[in-house]
């Protein structure tokens, strides 16, 4: 084998291994998400679409508005510059979407 060859071959493994390093971090992390609660103590809006660092709730259109006691599984948290959004699922997967971190509801530690 050239040296050329052995150094692309050991790139190569690297570069693999990194990324299946990220991988599992990431899968961990959304393991983690999942493990958590939500309970919501106030009316809350949930908002439809994908979250960014959008978080001006004037500036996003609700969908629905989530009232204390409903009930909805935690999917993904981000936490962004200057807020956090939690998508949330309902548990008949009839409704989802993501709120705006606020004082409207508690978020539990993963399990």
């Known amino acids: 084998m ?3 060859r052995g150094l692309a071959v050991g790139l190569l493994s690297v570069f693999a291994l990194a990324g299946i390093g990220l991988i599992l971090i990431f899968s961990w992390d959304v393991h983690r ?3 958590r609660t939500i309970e919501f103590e106030h009316p ?3 908002f ?3 979250p960014d660092e959008q978080c001006d709730e004037n500036a996003l259109r609700p969908i629905a508005v989530i009232q204390p006691g409903d009930n909805f599984e935690v999917r993904r ?3 962004w510059k ?3 959004t939690v998508e949330v699922r309902s548990k008949d997967h009839k409704l989802k979407g993501f709120v705006v971190g606020g004082p409207t509801f508690q978020l539990s530690e993963p399990h």
């Open 2 to 4: 050239s040296p050329l």
């Open 33 to 35: 998400d999942r493990q």
């Open 44 to 46: 809350t809006r949930l």
């Open 48 to 50: 439809g679409g994908a």
């Open 77 to 79: 948290v981000g936490y």
């Open 82 to 84: 200057d807020c956090m």
